[in-house]
């Protein structure tokens, strides 16, 4: 049964520093990851989205990796600034007619 | 561009009520979902549709009914609200045939309160 595991649950880093989100699922055989953002009392916002074919996707400030055969996926944000506070979620799409599976997410704070 | 859209955005019943949550997509996806989450326990799946006319049970669909009468629209029924209902419903809807995006795009949620 894949399990989606995001660690830590919460970080809090300074104002302009760079800093890596990690996602780790328990079986290689994926179809797809995706990032999403979750604002405090708001819905779930698409980051980036990571077919298995793909190593990585990049919008912006933020660069998503994929290594399916050590069952990690990396979210690298630049330069971080206070707007983006939030909670960061990672979901594995194990195959096309499969269902997503959430990880519990990652609380950021970053500190002006 | 509307994406998904959920209405109410916010309600209370009473314990017993009942109630319907709409979810509205304007995407032709096929495929749509609906979710609750409640502190600490993360994003739960309640019931899905794979197409129009299609309904399926998810983790945790008991309480609810669920219908899918047409392909923008998947609809979650509460028939007999409890205090354990008090959540936040989200709706989702993705479409596997296009593999440029075919990810979940999700609606921006309903606050529900069972008093």
């Known amino acids: 049964k894949q399990e989606v595991t995001q660690i830590p649950a919460a970080l809090s880093v300074p104002e302009g520093e760079n800093l890596v989100l990690n996602c780790s699922f328990t079986d290689s055989a994926i179809y797809n990851l995706q990032w999403f953002r979750q604002d405090p009392g708001k819905g779930l916002t698409s980051l980036l989205l990571i077919q298995s074919s793909q190593r990585e996707q990049t919008s912006g400030r933020l660069n998503a990796s994929l290594d399916k055969s050590s069952g990690r996926s990396t979210l690298y944000i630049a330069a971080s600034q206070p707007g983006d506070s939030a909670t960061y979620l990672c979901?594995?799409?194990?195959?096309?007619?499969?269902?997503?599976?959430f990880g519990k997410g990652t609380r950021l704070h970053i500190l002006p | 561009n509307a994406g998904v859209t959920q209405t109410p955005k916010f309600r209370v019943l009473k314990t017993g009520q009942s109630m319907t949550l709409l979810c509205a997509q304007d995407m032709n996806h096929e495929y749509m979902y609906w979710y609750r989450q409640d502190p600490g326990m993360g994003l739960r799946l309640i019931h899905y549709s794979v197409g129009e006319g299609t309904t399926a049970k998810g983790e945790v669909p008991d309480g609810y009914n669920v219908s899918r009468l047409k392909k923008q629209n998947f609809l979650l029924g509460l028939e007999s609200a409890a205090p354990s209902q008090t959540s936040v419903y989200f709706c989702a809807s993705s479409y596997s045939g296009d593999l440029s995006f075919d990810g979940y795009t999700f609606g921006s949620g309903t606050r529900l309160t069972v008093v």
């Open positions: 979901a594995v799409r194990p195959g096309r007619d499969d269902k997503i599976i």
